[in-house]
């Protein structure tokens, strides 16, 4: 069965669970993903199933996505992980878990920790970063800095996006009044530290 095929066989939970603009955005981000598996060499499967399934419990209540994180068993290690930014992804993996009995530990936790919170050997894979990057390339509405980023990913330098995507979602929290989750600030200060990086590097076009 091509890849093709075994991602598509999800569109249909993904309809019934996902708005129209959800799902498409899913899409989006799925194909953002191929593109990246090239570049990356990363596993096209894992790769176009983590892009496609990474959202699929956002559309439901906060409520609900709890529930699914608390019956998965995971720990929520920080207050600001029950925010519904954060724990959308966390509740995803457990969602996916769930209803298609996903036991790749690469791929689940590429999902659950797209949003920064969580932790574990996978935090920072190529296949995390990578669905990170994907998740805000795909897509929708151009932004002010997402050429700048796309150039960047597609460059094959992707410690140099993750820092660039970790300050800016700092920035746009800071604006939301949403708590920043310590993965975030860590993030941060351990890439200024490893990348000699100029003044101009966080100028956006």
């Known amino acids: 069965m091509s890849t093709e095929m075994r991602t598509n066989?999800?569109?249909p939970f993904l309809e019934i669970?996902?708005?129209?603009?959800?799902l498409q955005h899913s899409i989006g981000v799925m194909h953002v993903m191929t593109e990246?598996?090239?570049?990356?060499?990363l596993d096209?499967?894992?790769?176009?199933?983590?892009?496609?399934l990474h959202d699929a419990a956002k559309d439901l209540e906060p409520e609900q996505q709890l529930a699914l994180v608390e019956e998965a068993?995971?720990?929520?290690?920080?207050?600001?992980?029950r925010h519904p930014v954060y724990l959308h992804a966390t509740a995803s993996a457990c969602l996916i878990s769930k209803e298609f009995s996903i036991t790749d530990r690469l791929l689940l936790?590429?999902?659950?920790?797209?949003?920064y919170s969580g932790d574990g050997p996978n935090f920072n894979s190529h296949l995390t970063q990578c669905l990170r990057s994907a998740d805000i390339l795909a897509p929708s509405h151009v932004w002010l800095g997402m050429r700048k980023l796309k150039s960047v990913v597609y460059a094959g330098r992707l410690e140099e996006a993750a820092l660039l995507q970790v300050a800016w979602?700092?920035?746009y929290f800071h604006e939301l009044n949403i708590a920043i989750h310590?993965?975030?600030?860590?993030s941060f200060q351990e890439a200024t530290t490893r990348l000699a990086i100029g003044d101009d590097f966080f100028d956006r076009w």
């Open 9 to 11: 066989c999800y569109l």
């Open 17 to 22: 669970n996902l708005t129209p603009a959800r």
């Open 36 to 41: 990246l598996a090239e570049i990356y060499s």
């Open 44 to 52: 096209r499967t894992q790769a176009l199933t983590a892009g496609l």
């Open 73 to 81: 068993g995971v720990e929520l290690r920080h207050p600001c992980e």
């Open 109 to 115: 936790d590429a999902i659950s920790t797209h949003s």
């Open 169 to 171: 979602l700092i920035e």
């Open 182 to 186: 310590p993965n975030l600030t860590r």
